[in-house]
């Protein structure tokens, strides 16, 4: 099955400070998202990319469906911004999600 | 227009009961997807189901789950015979559609479902 590999692991930010995490995928996928898992435990969905670029306020994401790998930029970091953040692509038959490990952002004031 | 809809939010649960986790998908949705996240792990999928059939259980373990998705209602997963392994976070999440190269196959997440079995 397809491997979704996240880095960092884990991040610690000055508040203010611009971050990029990654998402490398073993396979050719047609869908990839992007979640915040909040310190509440809620997955709040932030971008739908299986290629191409998309922004939303300080958020941006960038997938290269060709090299299979997805990047998720966080600009000016907020303390609210603290969570980890999950990337996840399809899987061959159209229809779970697979999920890499995540990457633990801690924004600190 | 509201989104997916998990009760309860908190389960409390002895050892030996029984566990009925329940989810209304986003309106529209036919599409309804369980995932497991086990405490400090990532993720897991169980189970996918498009009403009244289950299209991947693939995720479930063989013993004591089940999900169903009736004609009428919300989708149900139920637990069992409860087992402290059991403790984790269930979440349910819907699409429009499914597929690969479909549009509207995004998925959205309802809040969970936090089961303690003690």
């Known amino acids: 099955g397809i491997q979704v590999e996240q880095s960092p692991p884990d991040l610690i930010l000055q508040e203010g400070a611009n971050s990029t995490l990654r998402c490398n995928f073993s396979?050719?996928?047609?869908?990839l998202q992007w979640f915040h898992q909040n310190p509440w435990g809620q997955l709040i969905n932030l971008f739908y990319i299986p290629s191409g670029t998309k922004q939303n306020g300080r958020l941006s994401a960038t997938t290269v469906a060709t090299e299979r790998y997805s990047l998720l930029y966080i600009s000016s970091s907020q303390t609210t911004d603290s969570g980890v953040y999950f990337c996840?692509?399809?899987?061959?038959?159209?229809?779970?999600?697979?999920f890499g490990q995540g990457t633990e952002l801690s924004v600190k004031p | 227009n509201a989104g997916v809809m998990q009760n309860p939010r908190h389960l409390v649960r002895r050892r030996g009961q029984e566990a009925r986790l329940r989810c209304s998908p986003m309106k529209g949705h036919s599409h309804v997807y369980w995932y497991r996240q086990l405490p400090e792990e990532g993720l897991k999928f169980m189970v996918y189901?498009?009403?009244?059939?289950?299209?991947?259980e693939s995720g479930m373990p063989k013993e004591r789950f089940s999900a169903e998705f009736p004609k009428e209602g919300p989708s149900i997963l139920r637990i069992q015979q409860v087992v402290r392994g059991d403790s984790a976070a269930y979440f349910c999440?819907?699409?429009?559609?499914?597929?690969?190269?479909?549009?509207?196959?995004?998925?959205?997440f309802g809040p969970g479902t936090r089961l303690t079995v003690l």
């Open positions: 189901l498009q009403k009244e059939n289950i299209i991947d």
């Open positions: 996840a692509v399809v899987d061959n038959q159209g229809g779970k999600l697979i």
């Open positions: 999440a819907s699409s429009l559609r499914a597929g690969l190269n479909r549009a509207n196959n995004e998925q959205f």
């Open positions: 396979d050719s996928v047609n869908n």
